[in-house]
């Protein structure tokens, strides 16, 4: 536990598989702490907010972004698409966001380099990838040096030497086009053209890049208090997550310490985001997915076709479909009335059911003290399917952990303004299972539709509940 006359440091992670509305817990806390940094991952995630003026997706900015006493940090684990990010400040600049002294990056930041977009778009489709070269910036990162020169680049090579950072990004390409059997000419003429606009955009970034490794520890020394905010969720890190249906990055909360550039005695708290309705876009295990093998050869061939919510809406009636018989069908019409498609690539989520095996594991092997519930409000819309109720899936007495008992609980509706006595029921019910105190519930899309069961600062409570044991 930190020194109070010094700052401290939360760590804010998904505990699934991303998209859990880590942004919305994000930007609902962030007047709690003086700044909100970004330690793991890159353009790969969106992270949507929403704001007075309407609905933002946020790619590589912290999505604290929005509260304007808030500082934002880009931390060294962070894989920086220098494109996007010129584009990302641009579209905050016409948003009237003013990120002048506000905005630190650290210098040793990945890069992503036109390679990593060519290597990802050939080899990304098995996994399900973003596409945004996340997976070769990383590899690069720990090759250092190959076909005969550097591969991994910082920022700080860039702002040092733009001509030969350049050139070791023009030969890396070089060398993935010839990856690809027929030269792609329109490949091609896209790596020029980034690479034509590699300067400006280098001069864009670099009013907010930050050589002091001591950065973030000096402003925690002086008082501060720090949000890591995760990208992904830990069950898409890159070891403990099913390889390979993995990002590339580290996930869970111990790497917010290395990625975020701050030591790890600053930490007071964990908190984890989960959703109600559990999702998962990208391929791979998904346990508690509704319609299983059926739905996950669906998201593929969806995927294969480009198909996402246009097509969806054309092909299914999504009221109709929600007393389908079954449950794949009960999962399309839970993504088309929930809205669950990929904020960056537009795919179609895969739906699955709450899964509290699952989080209560991820609970306890990550030291995760308290949990923002997200998307209640939807679990209504099961009152309509063949479970006519909520399907959770909870640890079957005597059964091993891979063949857990599916409940249904009784439905309850949702007013976005208040806790029900069922929603509280609900609540403890859920924390019985996690072994930990669920902090706030999301009752709803809108910035305020939330229910606040006691605030950050005050006592943690503790939950009456079996902990896992280490040696069970
Ligand atoms: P990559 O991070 O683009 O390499 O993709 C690897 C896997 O992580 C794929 O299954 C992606 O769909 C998934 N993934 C990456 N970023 C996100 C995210 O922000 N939300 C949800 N899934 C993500």
């Known amino acids: ?170 030969s890396g390409a070089q060398v993935a086009l010839e990856q690809i ?104 295990p998904f346990p508690s997915e509704l319609g299983g093998e059926r739905a996950a050869a669906y998201f593929t061939e969806a995927c294969r076709n480009g198909r996402g919510a246009a097509q969806e809406r054309a092909e299914y009636d999504g009221r109709k479909l929600l007393s389908s018989s079954d449950p794949m069908e009960l999962g399309i019409a839970l993504r088309m009335l929930t809205q669950e498609y990929g904020t960056g690539t537009g795919r179609p989520r895969r739906i699955g059911m709450l899964d509290l095996v699952q989080l209560r594991e991820v609970v306890s092997n990550f030291g995760v003290d308290l949990v923002y519930l997200n998307k209640v409000d939807c679990l209504e819309l099961y009152e309509e399917s063949l479970y006519s109720g909520i399907p959770v899936r909870v640890p079957r007495e005597g059964a091993p952990r891979d063949a857990p008992e599916i409940i249904v609980l009784p439905p309850f509706a949702v007013d976005p303004g208040c806790a029900s006595t069922a929603l509280l029921e609900f609540k403890d019910f859920v924390e019985q299972h996690i072994g930990v105190p669920l902090i706030g519930m999301g009752l709803g899309p809108e910035r305020g539709h939330i229910a606040e069961f006691f605030a950050l600062n005050d006592h943690v409570p503790s939950v009456d509940a079996p902990t896992i044991s280490p040696n069970a």
């Open 181 to 284: 059997d027929r030269l792609d000419v329109r490949t091609l003429a896209d790596v020029e053209e980034r690479l034509a606009s590699l300067a400006d955009c280098i001069e864009s970034v670099r009013p907010f890049v930050q050589g002091d490794p001591f950065y973030l520890q000096r402003r925690v020394l002086n008082g501060e208090r720090v949000l890591f905010e995760g990208a992904q969720s830990v069950m898409l890190d890159v070891v403990h997550g099913d390889q390979p249906f993995v990002t590339a990055s580290h996930t869970v909360p111990a790497y917010a310490y290395v990625g975020g550039d701050l030591p790890p005695r600053h930490h007071r708290y964990t908190i984890g985001v989960a959703k109600a309705l559990t999702s998962r876009v990208g391929n791979g």
């Open 1 to 170: 536990m930190s020194n109070r006359s010094q700052g401290y440091a939360d760590v804010l992670v998904g505990l699934q598989y991303g998209d859990e509305g880590k942004a919305k817990i994000v930007d609902l806390i962030a007047p709690e702490y003086d700044i909100v940094a970004r330690f793991n991952g890159g353009a790969n995630a969106g992270h949507t907010v929403q704001t007075p003026t309407g609905t933002v997706v946020l790619q590589q900015v912290p999505s604290a972004v929005f509260r304007p006493k808030t500082s934002l940090y880009i931390g060294s684990g962070c894989a920086v698409n220098l494109w996007k990010l010129r584009a990302e400040l641009e579209m905050l600049e016409s948003l009237g966001v003013d990120l002048d002294g506000r905005l630190a990056i650290s210098d040793r930041c990945a890069l992503i380099q036109p390679s990593h977009l060519i290597l990802d778009e050939l080899n990304g489709d098995e996994i399900g990838t973003t596409k945004n070269g996340i997976g070769p910036c990383y590899a690069d990162r720990a090759s250092r040096f190959a076909h005969g020169q550097r591969v991994n680049l910082q920022i700080r090579d860039v702002l040092a030497n733009a001509d030969d950072s350049c050139a070791w990004m023009r």
